[in-house]
């Protein structure tokens, strides 16, 4: 399992695109937080349009410009926050993937496991059963039970092997979902035999402290994080924005070569958010409730992760319960019915089904103890993602 897990992390293509979407944040913060390019203007004024002489007219002249927009600091500042808040919500979500990864492929290993001990039970079973049908074809030969008890024990063989096709089928596709999450074609690889340990559930107080750093809840607060940058950024646009700019302009000398001087131009603008109402108190309102809202899915997330913490708890604990019922009475019952269907059958004293039912019946308590050890491991790692194991 731990190289199905190594193999999981390190080639999951979503864990790595939230991992690439949050090193474009992390530019993109850089990026947001600098001044707008200057902007250079090149033109020819005052055109006289009789002639269209450049020495004609005093006003005409070649100018060359630069402006720069001062855009509120307080702006760009919010911006930088949003980038980077976003870039820590791509980080959660990398969290949260990768865990949600472990949870998965640790559930299609268990699935997989399942499926080879139950087939492991099925051949064994089959080993039995045939063990009875060389007794009960002895016994026809001597004339003392009919064909038709023959056929029943065969019969029952024959059940086994469809059950055994079964299994391999549900065991090839556990690996098929296994490799889903690994990356890798396993099918030709061979699963141990033995069920992994897992580490035992949090107390409640312990669970409930752990809770609040489970990455899904990170994104949730940190999608909440985003929303405040972008209150901050709505009350920011309520401040003025500025420009400055400079201009040299070229006037040609007179027709009869007087000198005419050039001319410098200086120029500031400043904008005016007279009209807020219909655009930036609009969106700031907008924006304190989106806070409001993803604040809320946070603390409904905090919900939903406590809910399923109780439920999988109470699975575990029953399904222990159940596990030590069928290891101290129902195998140790279903084991001596077999043995005295046996000597029932060795003495004659019931036919060959009863025998036959009696192991169907220890085949199905080996069966479904099995099936609680697997349902065991399954809630402990459902309880290992909502604790938010530490990667």
Do not use: C
């Amino acid at each position: 399992m731990s190289e199905a897990e190594k193999l999981t992390l390190e080639t999951d293509p979503l864990s790595r695109k939230f991992q690439s979407s949050a090193l474009a944040q992390e530019d993109l913060a850089v990026s947001a937080g600098q001044l707008p390019d200057p902007k250079i203007s090149l033109g020819a004024l005052n055109l006289p349009t009789d002639t269209f002489n450049t020495d004609q007219e005093a006003m005409t002249q070649f100018q060359v410009g630069i402006t720069q927009q001062i855009p509120n600091f307080d702006v760009l500042d919010a911006k930088t926050e949003i980038a980077t808040a976003l870039s820590r919500v791509d980080r959660a979500n990398e969290e949260a993937r990768k865990l949600l990864s472990l949870k998965a492929v640790r559930l299609s290993w268990l699935d997989a496991i399942y499926w080879k001990k139950a087939l492991l039970i099925l051949e064994d079973y089959k080993d039995l059963v045939e063990d009875d049908i060389r007794s009960v074809q002895a016994i026809y030969s001597s004339g003392r039970i009919s064909a038709q008890r023959v056929i029943a024990a065969e019969l029952a063989s024959s059940l086994l092997d469809d059950r055994s096709l079964g299994a391999i089928k549900n065991l090839d596709i556990a690996k098929a979902n296994l490799s889903k999450w690994t990356g890798e074609n396993i099918a030709a690889r061979t699963l141990p035999e033995h069920t992994p340990v897992f580490a035992k559930p949090f107390k409640e107080d312990d669970f409930l402290r752990a809770v609040k750093n489970h990455p899904t809840l990170k994104v949730f607060n940190q999608k909440e994080a985003v929303w405040e940058r972008k209150v901050k950024l709505a009350e920011a646009d309520y401040g003025p924005k500025f420009g400055v700019g400079a201009s040299y302009g070229y006037r040609q000398d007179t027709p009869m070569g007087e000198t005419r001087s050039d001319l410098v131009s200086l120029k500031f603008s400043m904008s005016l958010p007279f009209f807020t109402g219909p655009r930036q108190d609009r969106k700031l309102s907008a924006r304190k409730h989106q806070a409001a809202a993803a604040r809320l899915r946070a603390e409904e997330q905090l919900r939903e992760l406590t809910r399923q913490y109780h439920i999988e708890t109470a699975a575990y604990e029953r399904t222990q319960q159940r596990l030590l019922n069928f290891d101290e009475q129902v195998l140790k019952r279903a084991k001596d019915n077999v043995s005295a269907a046996i000597t029932a059958y060795q003495y004659e004293a019931s036919d060959f089904d009863a025998l036959v039912r009696a192991r169907v019946s220890e085949l199905e308590a080996q069966l479904k103890r099995l099936r609680l050890e697997i349902d065991s491991s399954k809630s402990l790692v459902r309880l290992q993602y909502l604790q938010g194991e530490t990667l």
